[in-house]
C-alpha cells in the first residue's frame, strides 16, 4: 500500500476492500512522525484521527452508507476554523485560540467521512509566498529541503506533495495555493469568487480570497472540489451551482479550444530562463493535444501587484484590528497600561510581514492618499476585470507559468518585501478579477518543480479542470525524493 | 490603529520603499475609469441574527485544551 495514490485509487481500494481507512491512517500517521521533523508542513495534528477512521470502517464493513472521502486523510490549512481545535493563523496573536465553530467547507468534509488529519503551516495570516513569515518556523520543500515550498499555504502543499495527506485546503488570497502548488509539484485550484464559502476562514482580504482545494492529480482537485462548492447561508458571497459535478468527463480533452498566452505574464526580464524553456514546452503539449494558441494582451497586468497590495492591505488592515488582545489575543497583563496604549502593545505579537501590511493598510486608504493609491488600484482592478472578459470573448483558456521564477532558497528574499511581492504577478490577476486559475505541475528542472498556470472565465471550472486533466496527461513527473 | 514596533527605522525603510513601488499605478491608463461600487440586496445578505453557542464555552475551552488536538511544533 502506497502513500502515493490519488484520491480516486484509495476510494476503489476501500470500496473493493484492499485497503481499510485505518491503516492507511496509521501508516500516514507513522510516515508524518518520521517527515515532520525534516518538513514541518504541520502546525497541530488530530489526535482523533485513527479512532475516527476505524469508524468509518465499521460502517464500510456494516454495509451503511459512507460519505464520499471514506476515510481519507485531508489536511487542512491553520487559518480555517475546525471546532475545538486550534486555528492559530500561524501566529503568536492567536497561539491558544480555540475555534467554537466549524469552517463550512470543513462540516462538507466531516459530513462526507474524511478524516482531517491535521492543520498545516502558513506564512502568518497568509501574508506570504514562502511559510518563512510562519511564527512556528518555516515548512520545507519536500523536493530540496533548503528551498521554500512557496506559501501561503506551504505546509498545505508540503503534506500533499510529502505524501502526509492526499488532499488538503489552503485559501488563495493573491496565488496562494498556485504559487506552493507549483513550487512542491502539485496541482492547487483558486476557484471563481465565491464557489466555496469562506464562512470560518480567517478573513485577510475578503474580497478576493478564496479556499481552494490542493492535491497530486487533477481529478483529486475535482472530487475535492465537488464536495466543498455551492451555495452556503452563512457566506452571502457565494454562489449556487446546482451540485455540478467538476469530475465526470474530465477526460473530454481540449481539441479545437482557444487557448490565449498572456504576453505580460510569459515574456519579459522577470522570467527566469528554465521556467520560460518549461511554459514553451507546455505551449507545445497544448497544440499537440489540437488546441489552437494565440497571443493576448492585459496591459492592466504590469499594475496588478500594486493594485493587489494596496487593496489586501487596505483590508487587512481593516479585518486584523481585531486582534486587540480584548477580543482575540493571548496572555498580556493589562497593569500599567492605558488602555490605547495596552492595544498597541499588544499588537507587538504580530510578525514583521503582517506588521508591515498593517501599517501600509492604514496608510494607503487614508485621508489625503486614498486618492493617490486606493481609489487608483480600484480603477486598475475594473479596467483588468474588462481587458480580462475581452480576453474570454476570443479564448476558452487562458495560460502562463504559475510563477515567474523557480523556488528560492530560504533566506533569499526575506529581506526585500518588495522582490517577494513581485513573485504574485502571474497569480494576482486570477484574484483580481474573480476567475478560476489552476497551477498544474509540469516539469521538475535541476531537482525544482515548475507548474503552468491555466485560467478560464467565471464558474467554468469544469471545462477548467478538463483542460488540466488534459495537460497533465502530457508529462511524467518524478517521485518525490523523501 | 496604533501598533507598537522595534526597529522602527527599518519599517519605516522598507514600507517607503512599498510606498515608492506603488507610485507605479500613476503610469497606468485608468482615465474614464470608474470605481467599482458591489451592490448587495438587503433580502441577500445573511440574517443578522444572534446564534447561541449551546455548550459551556469556559468549561469546553478547558476541556478542548490538550485533548483534541496536540502541537508538536508550538514552542
Known amino acids: ?482 | 490603529m496604533r501598533i507598537d514596533i522595534e526597529n522602527s527605522d527599518e519599517y519605516f525603510e522598507r514600507v517607503k520603499k512599498i510606498l515608492g513601488y506603488f507610485d507605479i499605478l500613476d503610469k497606468a491608463n485608468i482615465e474614464g475609469e470608474e470605481v467599482p461600487v458591489q451592490q448587495v440586496a438587503i433580502d441577500e445578505l445573511r440574517d443578522d441574527k444572534y446564534v447561541a453557542f449551546e455548550d459551556p464555552l469556559i468549561q469546553q475551552l478547558k476541556n478542548y485544551r490538550d485533548s483534541y488536538v496536540r502541537a508538536p511544533k508550538m514552542n
Open chain 1, 1 to 482: 500500500m502506497s502513500l502515493g495514490i490519488s484520491a480516486i485509487e484509495y476510494i476503489n481500494g476501500i470500496k473493493n476492500g484492499t485497503i481499510t481507512a485505518e491503516e492507511f491512517v496509521a501508516k500516514t500517521i507513522e510516515h508524518i512522525k518520521k517527515v515532520e521533523p525534516k518538513l514541518h508542513a504541520f502546525i497541530s495534528l488530530n489526535d482523533n484521527a485513527l479512532e475516527q477512521a476505524r469508524a468509518i470502517d465499521k460502517k464500510v464493513k456494516a454495509g451503511q452508507n459512507v460519505g464520499a472521502f471514506y476515510g481519507m486523510p485531508i489536511s487542512i490549512k491553520d487559518n480555517i476554523c475546525i471546532k475545538g481545535g486550534k486555528t492559530t493563523c500561524a501566529s503568536r496573536m492567536l497561539e491558544n485560540y480555540t475555534a467554537p465553530y466549524d469552517a463550512t467547507v470543513v462540516s462538507k468534509l466531516n459530513a462526507q467521512d474524511a478524516v482531517i488529519i491535521g492543520k498545516t503551516n502558513l506564512d502568518e495570516f497568509a501574508m506570504g509566498v514562502a511559510t518563512e513569515f510562519s511564527a512556528f518556523g518555516p515548512s520545507k520543500n519536500p523536493w530540496d529541503t533548503e528551498y521554500v515550498p512557496g506559501g501561503s499555504s506551504g505546509g498545505s502543499a508540503v503534506s500533499v506533495a510529502g505524501l502526509e495527506s492526499i488532499l488538503s485546503l489552503g485559501s488563495d488570497t493573491g496565488g496562494s495555493v498556485r504559487n506552493p502548488a507549483s513550487f512542491c509539484s502539485i496541482v492547487g485550484l483558486k476557484p471563481t469568487y465565491g464557489l466555496v464559502s469562506r464562512y470560518g476562514l480567517v478573513s485577510y482580504a475578503n474580497s478576493i480570497e478564496q479556499i481552494g482545494p490542493m492535491g497530486r492529480r487533477v481529478e483529486d482537485v475535482a472530487l475535492l472540489l465537488n464536495h466543498i462548492a455551492g451555495k452556503d447561508p452563512h457566506d452571502p458571497t457565494t454562489i449556487d451551482n446546482k451540485n455540478q459535478d467538476y469530475l465526470s468527463g474530465i477526460d473530454s480533452g481540449i481539441s479545437g479550444k482557444k487557448i490565449g498566452i498572456i504576453k505580460e505574464m510569459s515574456s519579459g526580464s522577470g522570467l527566469d530562463s528554465t521556467v520560460a524553456s518549461v511554459f514553451k514546452n507546455s505551449i507545445s503539449a497544448f497544440e499537440k493535444l489540437g488546441a489552437k494558441i494565440e497571443e493576448v494582451s492585459l496591459d492592466m497586468v504590469e499594475y496588478t501587484v500594486a493594485t493587489y497590495y494596496v487593496l489586501t492591505t487596505a483590508e487587512a488592515g481593516s479585518n486584523l484590528s481585531r486582534y486587540d488582545n480584548l477580543r482575540y489575543g493571548y496572555d498580556l497583563d493589562s497593569e500599567g497600561y492605558e488602555f490605547k496604549s495596552y492595544i498597541s502593545k499588544a499588537r507587538r505579537n504580530f510578525g514583521p510581514e503582517v506588521t508591515r501590511r498593517m501599517i501600509l493598510g492604514g496608510f494607503v486608504p487614508s485621508a489625503g492618499f486614498a486618492g493617490k493609491y486606493l481609489l487608483k488600484a480600484l480603477k486598475v482592478k475594473s479596467k483588468l476585470k474588462k481587458q480580462i472578459e475581452a480576453a474570454f470573448s476570443k479564448c476558452d483558456f487562458l495560460i502562463s507559468p504559475t510563477v515567474p521564477v523557480l523556488p528560492f532558497k530560504f533566506g533569499e528574499k526575506i529581506d526585500d518585501p518588495l522582490a517577494m511581492y513581485l513573485a504574485d504577478i502571474n497569480t494576482v490577476t486570477a484574484n483580481l478579477t474573480g476567475v478560476p486559475a489552476i497551477s498544474v505541475p509540469y516539469e521538475v528542472k535541476n531537482g525544482l518543480p515548475v507548474g503552468i498556470q491555466i485560467h478560464a472565465n467565471l464558474l467554468q471550472e469544469k471545462q477548467l479542470l478538463q483542460a488540466a486533466y488534459a495537460l497533465q496527461n502530457t508529462t511524467k513527473l518524478p517521485e518525490v525524493p523523501l
